[in-house]
T-cell receptor, first 113, second 108 residues
Framework: KAGVTQTPRYLIKTRGQQVTLSCSPI?????VSWYQQTPGQGLQFLFE???????NKGNFPGRFSGRQFSNSRSEMNVSTLELGDSALYLC????????????FGPGTRLTVL | QKEVEQNSGPLSVPEGAIASLNCTYS??????FFWYRQYSGKSPELIMF????GDKEDGRFTAQLNKASQYVSLLIRDSQPSDSATYLC????????FGTGTRLQVFP
């Protein structure tokens, strides 16, 4: 059974640009959550999607957005990149809205120069 | 006050000992509690979840929850060098909130 996949794995952008990250959940999983991980702040919740609807949102500015498609694949977008957006972005999927079976992908390492 | 607090460590224990990892949370309405393990350079992986007060055991791992004290802990019995990792506590009041993790080092 394939795990959660994220593309791209590494990304380098400059300030002011925008970026789109992609996440393919485990087959049969309908919930996708996104997290930002930095050394200083740790793992912070960005948002969660279930059946194409945003269920929950963390405390991030509106520059961070996401969506989920009918096949449960999800994308997150960050516009007007700032240096502080440099982080590991992790996606996790679960079968439903229970977190007791949540699996993380390998992450996308974003560097903003 | 941080919503989920953990001692950053490192917590160093000898092989075969019991490692005790602790976590406190601020939201009394929290209902679900999780422990994740994250090896260096890897993604977090879920190792335990607990919903009710008391202990929950799974192999060498025991999660303990005390909602009155807003405290959740993870005990690792017979610690092995392969248990060396960062352990993240996570709590759901309305969304999943992580602590910053405790680094565990198990030395032979």
């Amino acid at each position: 059974k394939a795990g959660v996949t994220q593309t791209p794995r590494y990304l380098i952008k400059t300030r002011g640009q925008q970026v789109t990250l992609s996440c393919s959940p485990i087959s049969g999983h309908r919930s996708v959550s996104w997290y930002q991980q930095t050394p200083g702040q740790g793992l912070q919740f960005l948002f969660e999607y279930f059946s194409e609807t945003q269920r929950n949102k963390g405390n991030f500015p509106g520059r961070f957005s996401g969506r989920q498609f009918s096949n449960s694949r999800s994308e997150m977008n960050v516009s007007t990149l700032e240096l502080g957006d440099s982080a590991l972005y992790l996606c996790a999927s679960s079968r439903d809205t229970d977190y007791n079976e949540q699996f993380f992908g390998p992450g996308t390492r974003l560097t903003v120069l | 006050q941080k919503e989920v607090e953990q001692n950053s460590g490192p917590l160093s224990v000898p092989e075969g000992a019991i490692a005790s990892l602790n976590c406190t949370y601020s939201d009394r309405g929290s209902q679900s509690f999780f422990w994740y393990r994250q090896y260096s350079g890897k993604s977090p992986e879920l190792i335990m979840f607990i919903y009710s007060n008391g202990d929950k055991e799974d192999g060498r791992f025991t999660a303990q929850l005390n909602k009155a004290s807003q405290y959740v802990s993870l005990l690792i019995r017979d610690s092995q060098p392969s248990d060396s990792a960062t352990y993240l506590c996570a709590v759901i009041p309305d969304k999943l909130i992580f602590g910053t993790g405790t680094r565990l080092q198990v030395f032979p």
